[in-house]
Structures are given as C-alpha cells and as structure tokens.
C-alpha cells in the first residue's frame, strides 16, 4: 500500500496494515506509533517520526478500500438499504419467526452517556482583551470531510434539530396529551443529569466530549451519537429515541433516569404522538434505579414491570468499561480519525463480541432463571410462616405499599399551613420575650459628666439600646402581621401554647423535622454508593482514585454526623422512632427502604409487608414472575436465533455460488470472507444451544422455524445451474462506455481521475490470491 499519490518511497504490505488493524480492535489502547516502533524493532532500523505519519496515511487508504469493498458487498447481497444493518442488528431480538408468541415489550434496548471518548479541540493561544477577561482562540482544525464507512452514527444535523434551540418550531399547534399524566414519583426533580442549564457547561478544551449508544439487550449496537461541546443534554437521547421508533417501531429503553425521561418523551411536540403510537415506554435499570425512590421503583423499575423479564437494562455499564480503551488513541486524534477508530471498534463489537458470545449470553440467561424457579419451594415454605395462603396476597401487598408511599407524596395543605401558623406562633412569642427583655433595660444612670469621653460613651450606649428596642419591635409587628394574614386564612382564633391544636401542630412539626433527617442521610448514602462504585472501576486514574478516597473519607464523617442527627430526631418522636447504626446504613441495598422510616398517617410498623420477612417474600414472588417472562422471551429469541443461523448460511452460500457461476470470483470471495466474519462462530453456538436443551427444565426449541422476512429465503443446490437461482441477480459491475473505449483504442493519453471503484477492483484480486495461497503479494 502506497503512502503517496505519485513517487512514493515507502510502501506498506497490506499484511501489516491488517495485522495491525485485528491487533487494535482486540486491544484497543495501541497507537499506531507504538506498532510502527515494533516494526522498526522487527526490521533492527531506528524509529523515525515520519514513519508513523506515512503509515496512518496507508492505513486510511487501507480502510477506505476496505469501505468501497464492503458496500459492494452489502449492494450485491441486496442490503445497502437505508437502516437495512439497525433492521437486522440483533438476530434474537429483531429475526421474527412465524408463529412465536407475542411479547409484551418486543425490544428492549438500552441508551446512556460516557464522557471517556473526549477529543482535545485543537486552538489558538487564549486572547486577553481589554478589561482582562479571556477569550477563546480560533479553531485550529484542519477541515477534512472524509466520512467513516458504516451507519452506525446520526448526523449531528439530525441530532441538533431536537436541540432547545428547535423546539419552538415543533411547538406550533401542538396540544400536550394529558392521558400519560400520572401522579408523581418522587424522583421527577431528584435526579438532574439532564438538566441542560448544567450539564451544558462542558470542558472548553474539548470538541467531542463523549459518546451516547443505544444497545438492545444482548449488547450490540444500535446507534449511535457524540455529544458534542456539552454534558449529557436531552437532544441526544430524543434524537436516538425518534429514530429507533421510527425505523424498528415498539420498544422499551432503559434509562438511568428513565422515570423523568418517559415523561419528557411523552410531553415533547415531536416525539408524543410517535410515542403513543409505538407503545413506547421508559424504564429504569437495574443498578441506576437502587437509588430511586421507592414509588418510582414500584413503577419502573424492572423488577415490577410486566414484560421485561430478568433483563437489568444496564448493557451499557459493561460495554463502557471495553470502549473506554479506546480513549488514549483518539483523544488527540483528528475528528475524523475519532470517528473513524470508534466505527471500526463498534463493527467489530458486534461481529466479534456481541455475535460471537451471542448463544452463550443466552444460555447464561436461561439457567439463571432457572435457578430463580428453584427458589419456589422456598418462597412456599415462607408463604406458610407468614399465613398467606396465596400468591395473589403480594400483589394486593404490593398495592398497599403503594397507597402508602402516595400519602407521603405531599403534605396536605391544611396540615402545611398549620404548621407554618405555629412556626409564626413560636417566632412572634420569642420575639416578643425579646422585646420584653430589651425592654427591662434601663439607662445607666452615672454622675455628671464633666469630660466629653465619658458623654460620648453614654449617648453611644444610649443610641444602641434604642436600635435594639425599635428593631425588636418591628420584629414583633412582623411576626404579628403574618399571624394575622394564617389566621384569617385558617379561620381560627389564637392558639393557646397548652392547648391541643398547638400541641397536635407541634408534633408534626417534628415529625418534619425527622423526615427531613432521612432525606439529608439518604441523600448522603447515595453519594457514597457511586463514589465506591467509581473508585473501583476498571481504568479509573490513580490520582481520580486518592481523591475519590479523601472524599469517601469526608464523606464517612458527614453521615456519621447525619446518622446522629436522625437518631436525635428519631427519639425526640412520640413514640420513638426506630434509630440506626453505621453497619445498618452501610448495608442498605436498596436506598428505598429509608422510605419505611418515615412517619406516615398510619403505623405501618405492623403491617406484613412492612416487615423484614414479609418484603423478602414479596420480593421473591415478582423475581419468579421476571423469571418466568424471561424464560418465555428466551424460548422465543433462541428459535429466532437458530432460525437466522440456518437462513443466514444458506443465503450468503447461495449468492457465493451465483456470484463464481457468474464469473466474478473476487466478489464472490469478498461474500465468502463476510459469511465467515460470524459463521466461524455457528458451530460453537449450536454445540452451546444443544447442551443447554438437554438440561431439566429447557422448554424451548433449537430447531430452525421460519422467519417472517423472506430476504433470507433462497433453495441451494447441489450443482448450480443458470435455471436454479431465484434471488435477483446483483448488479453487475460498472461499465465503461462505448466512447471511453474508443479513446482507450485510440491511445488517447488523456488522463482520467483514479475511480475508487477501480482500486476497489484491483483490491479484490490481491485481497483474494493473498487470502488463498498466504502469500504477501
């Protein structure tokens, strides 16, 4: 492979460059420099700079020969349709197979932001101007227009048209639908990562800032954005949300604020009725939704939503922490070179990774739910202890939580404004006990002052006791006037200190007081729970590491010092209130339990699932319900993937022959190598599927069904003949017209633009004889 147009003087072999190009997909952190520094140890010559120049440039050359070669494919194989690869991503989720049942949720994909993938933005020295401030220099990027092969990235076009900056457009004439409007779930204003006021303020040194995917359930890859200049903002996840529900239809989204974004989804101008159409639902993962609270558990997530089965929703937590090798060599890469290295990981990610461990993630899910129906007998047993003679008893529990949680939404207005009239009560008696006091004070009374110190300092004291006296009494005439305004409002005469109201007003106040004491601890908890989970991620920084260790360090002071404050606030109740420890707060699994502490309008303390016992069974019961809709998902998705094994093979056999009976063997060896790309893992997939079948338990069918779509329908022969091919033939190849020929056998020497198309052509040959005989040619 040349590294120059015309003279060059260094050439690549194209062995080198796919060494390097496999090397890096499977270890990502290799830079170029560090392979050609290999080289030149390989070959006993010393590095030069220049060298890894000239071989970034026959990479490039390399890749988009590679580009030209794979759309040739796709087009001969007829799937160069737009969004024909998001159609067909996932063989289990999205290869339907006649007669399967129908799931409730038929897709479930997951989204997520990850800020590992930053680019350096390439500028000017800062500029002072005149009153000192700093302003930004100007771009030094070089423009380069190139754009990576694959499909895998939304425009920024497309992203930036569901930008604030877009809305009111869509606003025109939309009428919000008020029919997805339910009560709130406590967690709308908690969780905040997209708040565009905040997240916007990125690094000024960066132009990319990010990467936000979309995965369905198996991990592999849907689509893709990069954020841009900003944090996580809304556009990007409205901008993947529109276009799966446009091109794959009814899906749901795990989100680890899936709670507010369902709601955001459902109230934007141009995503609610596309919403509503498609049944469109927003859910919260597993891992993210520990720290909801517990109404927006209860309805969304996972565990008690109908559909999902045991899928966690949190793919990309796991794919992230593979990806995030990519950030040492494309954080000062070009904007194209970024892009380039990240379309090339995902390809291969689904090709290799995703494809290739496909059965054994579904295998893996199966005897996990099957594990999960073990516990049956054990959830009977407990069913006997605790007197409930049926396993309809915890949905009705679990209704009862509900009712529960919703009393402690909100305070109701009359409750809040009689606390409020005796937090006045009080402010106006210790404002008046003050003016009573000021009001004792008397003036000093001394001899005659014969020197003007002694009356300066006399008239100072005198001045400060009547600053004193006018303040407090203002403070009285206050406190006095707002008072009045509570009890006209409240239609009520004064309180009595030792009278009932007071007293009744007195204890909710402090019941406000304790509850206030749980939120600030939950809040604290929280913070400490990612923190551990930050400081033990894989590729986290050491000096990221020492401070998250000084900061859990302050950290595991504050909610010492907040567990005292509970348990001051938690005695001071009548009755007590349950006080905690250290090692009980540390335990939490779920931060939703702080929400059985709090004082509701009836003691629950008795009720069974309230109890320790009681939740553990309930629990219990919507895991084996998940398990059972897992099972049926699985039964479903491994007959889809059996299916698209079986058609997948026969198809690209079928059109390999035709292309070599049609004479043009370099397409058809380049249809060879694409059905070998993941064909080389069938064999291991079936051995996987076919142990798993013969386990106890297994339900499902590993014989091949037949699918939905006909792309793949295709009858192979045992000799191929002219007569024996019922797919269209491919397009043939470009030709060149009668008139160019003529100058060709005139010997013109007009010289023409080196068609790509060309050098695809000549790639095909050495691509073929290379692969056939090992030889570098």
Known sequence: ?????????????????????????????????????????????????????????????????????????????????????????????????????????????????????????????????????????????????????????????????????????????????????????????????????????????????????????????????????????????????????????????????????????????????????????????????????????????????????????EGCESFFSKSNALAPTTRYATAFHRKQAITTYLKHADNADAYGGLSGLLCSKYRRALRTKATLPALKETMVGLGVASRDVFETWLEKEKAFLQTLSAEPPQETMEMEYYQKLVNLSHHEERLADILKLNIRQEPPLTDSAAYERAVRETRAIETQRRHAMELVAKALESVHELERRLETERWERDGEKWKAAAEMVGRRRYQRAIDNLEGLIVARMFELYKVNMAGTGYKLRKHIAKALQVRSKAVKAAIDRYNAAAEAMLPPKVTLTWEQVVEYAFLADFDLLREGREDIRTEPWALPAGRAAMDQHYKLLRADEEIARLNIEIRRFVTHIADEEAFLVHHEQHLRAEGDLGLAHQVGIYRMERGRFNALHVDRLGKLSKERGFTGCISAGVSVCRERHVRLPAQPTEGDFEMRAPSPPPQRSEAAGAEDADGSDEEDEEDPEDLAEAFFVIMRVSGDDGRET
Not at 45 to 65: C, G, K, M, N
Not at 72 to 90: E, H, I, M, Q, S
Not at 218 to 233: A, N, P, T
Not at 275 to 299: E, Y
Request: charged fraction near 30%; proline fraction near 5%; aromatic fraction near 10%.
């Open 1 to 313: 492979m040349p590294v120059a147009p015309y003279l060059p003087s260094v050439v690549i072999t194209i062995r080198a460059l796919e060494v390097f190009r496999i090397t890096r997909l499977r270890c990502p952190r290799l830079g170029i420099q560090a392979y050609v520094r290999s080289l030149c140890d390989l070959h006993s010559v010393p590095p030069r700079p220049y060298l890894a120049t000239q071989f970034t440039v026959a990479f490039d050359v390399y890749l988009a020969i590679r580009g030209i070669v794979d759309k040739r494919v796709l087009a001969a194989l007829g799937r160069d349709t737009p969004d024909w690869r998001l159609k067909n991503a996932c063989p289990a989720c999205l290869y339907r197979v006649e007669g399967e049942d129908k799931l409730e949720i038929p897709l479930l994909a997951t989204v997520d932001g990850n800020n590992s993938l930053k680019r350096f933005w390439r500028r000017e020295r800062e500029e002072l101007r005149d009153d000192g401030a700093g302003v930004p220099g100007a771009s030094k990027e070089r423009l380069d227009s190139r754009i990576p092969s694959g499909d895998y990235y939304l425009p920024r076009e497309e992203v930036d048209r569901w930008a604030r900056e877009g809305l009111e457009d869509m606003m025109k004439g939309f009428v919000a639908d008020e029919e997805w409007v339910e009560e709130e779930d406590g967690c709308t204003e908690r969780w905040q990562n997209m708040r565009e006021d905040v997240t916007s303020r990125a690094y000024g040194m960066y132009d990319e800032t990010g990467f936000f995917p979309a995965l369905c359930r198996h991990s592999f890859v849907l689509i893709v954005v990069d954020m841009v200049k900003s944090g996580e903002l809304a556009k990007y996840g409205f901008a993947i949300t529109h276009h799966l529900m446009r091109v794959l239809g009814e899906f749901g989204l795990g989100y680890d604020i899936g709670c507010k974004y369902d709601k955001m989804v459902r109230a934007h101008p141009g995503l609610a009725k596309l919403a509503a159409d498609t049944n469109f639902k927003a859910l919260v993962g597993a891992f993210h939704g520990s720290v909801h609270k517990r109404r927006c558990q209860l309805k969304n997530l996972t565990t008690y939503v109908r559909g999902v089965g045991q899928e966690d929703l």
